[in-house]
Nanobody, 131 residues
Framework: QVQLVESGGGSVQAGGSLRLSCAASGLTFNKYTMAWFRQSPGTEREFVAAISWSGVPEYYTDSVKGRFTISKENAKNTVYLQMNSLEPEDTAVYFC????????????????????????WGLGTQVTVSS
């Protein structure tokens, strides 16, 4: 049974930082492409960042480029989202997602932002940024 468990959310003031973690179990982690999405009340789930199963490439939504960094640590079956210079607009529930195994680079590069390509999802962790 595949499980993705997010942690690291919380409340922070604008300009602050948080690091989200997503611990995966029940799958061969080093063969899975991982991603972070977020959702605010009344909005659709929004792509934030993704990283290929091989570690390269990474993709980011424009609003977080230069502020957020996605990384994966295969030895710990964990994907991270380092979030710096947080803004009130980053307030949302953040979800971890996995696609695989061995998602083709061509497919990843054209569809990384599409929720439907991800097979497994966590339950989310709340991030609240106050001004």
């Amino acid at each position: 049974q595949v499980q993705l468990v997010e942690s690291g959310g919380g409340s922070v003031q604008a300009g602050g930082s948080l690091r989200l973690s997503c611990a995966a179990s029940g799958l061969t982690f080093n063969k899975y492409t991982m991603a972070w999405f977020r959702q605010s009340p009344g909005t659709e789930r929004e792509f934030v960042a993704a990283i290929s199963w091989s570690g390269v490439p990474e993709y980011y939504t424009d609003s977080v480029k230069g502020r957020f960094t996605i990384s994966k640590e295969n030895a710990k079956n964990t994907v991270y989202l380092q979030m710096n210079s947080l803004e009130p607009e980053d307030t949302a529930v953040y979800f971890c997602a996995a696609s695989g195994p061995l998602l083709a680079d061509k497919y990843f590069s054209s569809s990384y932002y599409v929720p439907a390509i991800y097979d497994y999802w966590g339950l989310g962790t709340q991030v609240t940024v106050s001004s």
